[in-house]
């Protein structure tokens, strides 16, 4: 689990350091850098799988991406833990620094020291899991081959950022049929919904789709389970099975069923499938009705503890809703204001001047649409 993150000169992010829940909430305005903060993120783990120049390439350039376009070295400094229910540091602090600031220097990248128990630089790990990847900085002029523990204690940290859209879920796009991968991942817009379903379906292990199915019906007593319908172009295309139809399965498409359906439906495939273990959601209630904003939350806090899917993911969320967020608690919730000449600053909401008397009145919901982000971190609102 990503615990913390320090972001220096990346897009609004002048220098902010963030701590991270198993499920992260952040909230504030438009172009406040809540989005930024996610692909922050988002691009430390594209590193990790792909060719840095190819990371770092045209709208993704350092000179681009870089605070205020000053050139200016982008850095990362992370911390992070095994998984949600193991507290120990599994690293040290570990420095990722970017550098190359012109198309004719390769940006390379250098870490510090990780962890302090054992010899060798994070650039010789990295380059032991990915040898074409890397421009290596070694002070001693040689690279040294990295120990099989490497490969096998840090490829867990490595995992957990590598392959990590930014899930932005269009229902329409969520009931479009599909044809079949045996490698379908889910796309950011949900798209290959259908495709990663058939994946999970038809794996070896057989217990994913009664689980899912379960913890589907758990959550919309309704439905009771998936089918999966060929069309004629060899697609597969969504159906659900109703609650009560024991003996005569009745199916009914994805298009008659409702959008709340369509997106717990998605977040499982994620919880059931070889989907990152962090999952970065931005603006879940698109779409919803208030009614299943609790529905969604709800099935996102379990994702994030273990209780649906394969194991605990963390979750971090960019939301625009205050009904969605009077599910949080405040340890969940983190403000993100933007000042144009300092940039993004960070807040958690458990920080915040009387926050625990203002609750005993308001929902966290409620006191951001009646103060706004600014009186809730000034302490005004409990004046």
């Known amino acids: 689990m990503l615990s913390r993150l320090r972001v220096q000169n990346f897009r609004c992010l002048r220098d902010v350091t963030i701590d991270f829940s198993p499920l992260t909430v952040l909230i504030g305005k438009n172009d406040s850098g809540k989005t930024s903060v996610l692909d922050a993120i988002r691009l430390l783990g594209d590193t990790m799988s792909r060719p840095i120049p190819e990371v770092f390439a045209g709208a993704n350039h350092p000179e681009v991406l870089s605070w205020m376009r000053e050139r200016k070295e982008i850095r990362w400094e992370i911390e992070a833990n095994r998984n949600a229910y193991d507290f120990r540091l599994y690293s040290t602090r570990v420095t990722y620094e970017l550098f190359g600031r012109s198309d004719n220097v390769p940006p390379r990248m250098q870490f510090e020291e990780v962890p302090a128990a054992h010899r060798g630089t994070w650039s010789h790990i990295a380059y032991a899991l990915n040898p074409d990847l890397w421009v290596l900085d070694d002070d001693d002029g040689q690279v040294e081959a990295a120990h099989d523990w490497y490969r096998d204690e840090l490829r867990p940290f490595v ?28 796309s950011a817009s949900g798209d290959t919904l259908a495709a990663v379903l ?19 019906h758990a959550a919309i007593p309704t439905l009771r389970g998936i089918s999966l319908r060929t069309l004629d172009n060899s697609a597969k295309t ?52 208030p009614s299943l904003l609790r529905l969604v939350f709800d099935t996102l806090r379990k994702i994030s503890t273990g209780e649906y899917g394969l194991g605990p993911r963390q979750v971090i969320i960019a939301t625009q809703s205050p009904l969605l967020l009077n599910y949080a608690t405040k340890e969940e919730v983190r403000i993100v204001r933007r000042d144009p000449e300092t940039g993004t600053a960070i807040t958690p909401l458990a920080e915040i001047p009387e926050i625990d008397k203002l609750l005993e009145e308001f929902a966290i919901g409620e006191l951001w649409y009646h103060l706004g982000e600014d009186a809730l971190v000034s302490g005004e609102g409990g004046a």
């Open 198 to 216: 058939d994946r999970i379906f038809s794996g070896i292990d057989s217990s994913r789709r009664s689980s899912l199915e379960q913890d589907l």
């Open 238 to 289: 969504i159906e659900y099975v109703l609650s009560g139809s024991s003996k005569r399965p009745v199916t009914i498409p994805c298009e008659n069923t409702s959008d709340g359906a369509l997106l717990v439906t998605a977040y499982l495939a994620l919880a059931y499938s070889d989907a990152p273990q962090t999952l970065l959601i931005e603006e879940p209630e698109n779409g919803l009705h």
């Open 159 to 186: 995992d957990l950022f590598q392959r990590l859209p930014r899930y932005r879920f269009a229902t329409d796009a969520l009931r479009a049929s599909c044809l079949s991968k045996p490698d379908a991942v889910l």
